[in-house]
């Protein structure tokens, strides 16, 4: 099978055969101009709704993540860190950077301070396996996994995410500190 040519050295849109690119002009999957010709719904504008693979969280708050039109538009220092990856989004249809920074196999212990840390370290310990994939081996439906992992929904099945630890190898741990401001008084 041959492999199809992908912007830059695709000129054309797939379907309408539009110019594609020009300075600062996305390109959606490689050959689309526009998010109409790629098929792709209307994208969201607000980082906070839009999905996972599409936002990052930075200083609290999200963030839509770098896109890029094509591989040769990723710097070359990030194409080469082997931490990293990219892939096509199903929201956007740009190319984004995925880092697999943390090691899950040497790390011993970490903290997390809040919903969206805990989300994030589930996605992370997901890794390239699938939510069935997981669900299965965990015993619980999909949709719990997918509960797990929305930083936002406000329903969390305790029962799945103790399955989904066991499965992961992941045993949870509490860090207690002693907060002098509400020490009961002698």
Known sequence: MVQEKLFPERQRCRKCAQKLGGPGVPVYQGLYCTPRCAGL???????????????TERGGRWEFKRRYRSEIEIPGKLRD??????YTCQHCG?????HSRIDLATETHRVLGDRAALADFLVKSR???????????????????????????EKVDLNAFFAVLA??????????????SRRAPS
């Open 41 to 55: 719904a209307e994208l969201v504008l607000d980082a906070a709704n839009a999905p996972r693979e599409c936002k």
């Open 127 to 153: 890794g390239n396996a699938t939510h069935k994939q997981v669900a299965e081996v965990a015993k619980i439906r999909p949709i719990r996994l997918k509960e797990l992992e929305d930083p936002t929904s």
């Open 94 to 98: 740009h190319l984004h950077i995925g």
């Open 167 to 180: 499965v992961y190898l992941i045993k949870l741990a509490a860090v207690l500190r002693e907060d002098r």
């Open 81 to 86: 860190d082997p931490s990293t990856s990219w």
